[in-house]
């Protein structure tokens, strides 16, 4: 078992009509026509599972948390961005179809200039959960150096560099809802863009 997952599903994938993905099933998910869901309150699973049962593209990432709770832990796996999902379809209708599950506060277009930038935020999470990495939801991207990974497991991916409590984060945003999930990396590995 992973100790986080990037659940993700299209009509295309066998094995995903049935239930939720244990992997990666990202398929081949375009950069038109994407869409941000905003939840309601810890509903994301369930709506994607409506997805599922709809045969609508979408992406969720996930990260595992460990809970202490009177003695025993309680490990269990949470959304990397609370209250969002992202879809991947045509057009507004598909879209709509969700709206009927009682799961969608409201629905966000992307704009086709965005789609491709989104996308290519998606699957840097979506490395960054595959590779294990410890991700935290950094409430607010704050304003830093834009960076270029030279080595390891996420070379290549661009990033804001961000300093918290004495250590080098790097921030992989998705733009579109504001947000962002911190690694944890060496200085060392960051060049400027």
Same mark, same amino acid.
């Given at each position: 078992?992973? #100790? *986080? !997952?990037?659940?993700? !599903?299209?009509?295309?994938?066998?094995?995903?009509?049935?239930?939720?993905?244990?992997?990666?099933?990202?398929?081949?998910?375009? *950069? /038109?026509?994407?869409?941000?869901?905003?939840?309601?309150?810890?509903?994301?699973?369930?709506?994607? !599972?409506?997805?599922?049962?709809?045969?609508? @593209?979408?992406?969720?990432?996930?990260?595992?948390?460990?809970?202490?709770?009177?003695?025993?832990?309680?490990?269990?796996?949470?959304?990397?961005?609370?209250?969002?999902?992202?879809?991947?379809?045509?057009?507004? /209708?598909? /879209?709509?179809?969700?709206?009927?599950?009682?799961?969608?506060?409201?629905?966000?277009?992307?704009? #086709?200039?965005?789609?491709?930038?989104? *996308?290519?935020?998606?699957?840097?999470?979506?490395?960054?959960?595959?590779?294990?990495?410890?991700? !935290?939801?950094?409430?607010?991207?704050?304003?830093?150096?834009?960076?270029?990974?030279?080595?390891?497991?996420?070379?290549?991916?661009?990033?804001?560099? @961000?300093?918290?409590?004495?250590?080098?984060?790097?921030?992989?945003?998705?733009?579109?809802?504001?947000?962002? /999930?911190?690694?944890?990396?060496?200085?060392?590995?960051?060049?400027?863009?």
């Amino acid at each position: 078992m992973h #100790s *986080s !997952q990037f659940l993700s !599903q299209t009509p295309t994938t066998p094995s995903s009509s049935t239930q939720l993905s244990d992997g990666f099933n990202s398929g081949e998910i375009g *950069s /038109a026509g994407w869409w941000v869901v905003h939840t309601r309150p810890r509903r994301e699973k369930l709506l994607a !599972q409506h997805c599922l049962a709809l045969g609508v @593209q979408w992406r969720l990432p996930l990260r595992n948390s460990v809970r202490r709770y009177a003695g025993r832990t309680v490990s269990f796996e949470c959304p990397v961005f609370p209250g969002y999902l992202f879809l991947h379809e045509t057009d507004i /209708a598909g /879209a709509q179809r969700l709206l009927p599950t009682g799961h969608v506060a409201c629905l966000l277009p992307v704009p #086709s200039f965005q789609s491709e930038e989104l *996308s290519s935020q998606l699957d840097a999470i979506e490395l960054a959960v595959r590779k294990e990495a410890i991700l !935290q939801l950094c409430p607010q991207i704050l304003p830093g150096i834009y960076v270029r990974i030279r080595y390891g497991h996420f070379r290549g991916c661009l990033a804001w560099v @961000q300093e918290r409590r004495g250590q080098t984060e790097v921030v992989l945003r998705v733009d579109i809802i504001g947000k962002g /999930a911190c690694l944890q990396i060496e200085a060392d590995a960051l060049e400027p863009v």
